[in-house]
């Protein structure tokens, strides 16, 4: 997006840049624990997520923050988006899933307790990989 990116790490962590890597600057710190996933959705709204289950909304490419409530309280791993649609897989199987570009989320059924790592998708499936040796089509 014209030379912005975001990148996540620990303690809230959130380097940002806007002219291809060059240089980047830290935003200001809005939570204690670790960020592990950054994506933006088909409108531009940028969804990073962690620790303790907690998500960040930025609809300013990444210049300011706020909250959404997950509903869980577990290490959230990797997040997809595919147009309006968006993703995030953690820990004990948790799914969660979002229609409207990563504005509100609800957990998704998932029958199995594995830590999911991964998500990704192609076609109409998502796909899914974690501990013990998981992966599967969603």
């Known amino acids: 997006n014209n030379g912005v990116g975001l990148i996540c790490g ?27 996933c950054i994506e933006s959705s088909e409108s531009g709204n940028i ?17 300011s923050w706020s909250k959404i409530n997950s509903g869980v309280d577990i290490p959230l791993e990797d997040i997809f988006f595919k147009g309006k649609s968006g993703f995030i897989a953690g820990s004990k199987g948790v799914i969660l ?3 409207d570009n990563g504005e509100t989320w609800r957990r998704l059924k998932f029958d199995r307790y ?16 974690g501990s013990d040796g998981l992966l599967i089509k969603f």
Do not use: C, M, Q
């Open 10 to 36: 620990w303690n809230g962590t959130i380097l940002r840049t806007k002219d291809y890597g060059s240089e980047w600057s830290v935003t200001p710190n809005f939570t204690k624990n670790y960020l592990k």
């Open 47 to 63: 969804i990073a997520a962690g620790g303790k289950g907690e998500i960040f909304l930025s609809r300013d490419i990444g210049i």
């Open 97 to 99: 899933g979002s229609e």
């Open 114 to 129: 594995n830590n999911i790592t991964s998500i990704s998708g192609f076609g109409k499936h998502l796909y899914l990989s």
